[in-house]
């Protein structure tokens, strides 16, 4: 790709990286497999926070009704406000097993969240 189509670049710390980032809005969300979030301005690319947040993490977010969903490898998942500054709105557990591990993204759909282990298969939501 050549410098007159790429609208920015910014470099990033060198770690392991598994999901994918984000867009809502104007926000570009990332984090990586130790739970360093950044949020960047999609526009522009500058960073506007980043946060170290417990957990490992491998699935890619999600975006439900405005905020971000995402779930770490034991079974907690964390509702982010896309904004400026970080605004955690929720952390939730589920599953309590030894052994067991949340991999794969969550997802969203009919007021309800689904979420897959190696063990189980979960739905959150109204009945």
């Known amino acids: 790709m050549s410098e007159t189509h790429r609208a920015w670049h910014t470099p990033r710390p060198k770690v392991r990286d598994v999901s994918s ?20 301005d999609s526009r522009s690319g500058k960073v506007l926070w980043s946060e170290k947040i417990p957990g490992a ?18 079974g907690e998942t964390l509702v982010i406000r896309p904004g400026p500054k970080f605004d ?11 052994g067991e591990l949340f991999r794969a993204s969550i997802t969203p759909i ?18």
């Open 57 to 74: 993490f491998t699935a890619s977010p999600v975006e439900s009704g405005g905020l971000i969903y995402i779930n770490t490898e034991s």
């Open 21 to 40: 980032p984000i867009v809502v809005g104007d926000y570009l969300f990332a984090i990586d497999m130790k739970g360093n979030a950044v949020t960047y």
């Open 88 to 98: 955690l709105v929720a952390r939730n557990s589920i599953g309590d097993r030894t």
């Open 110 to 127: 009919g007021g309800r969240i689904y979420l897959r282990s190696n063990r189980a298969l979960y739905c959150v939501g109204a009945k």
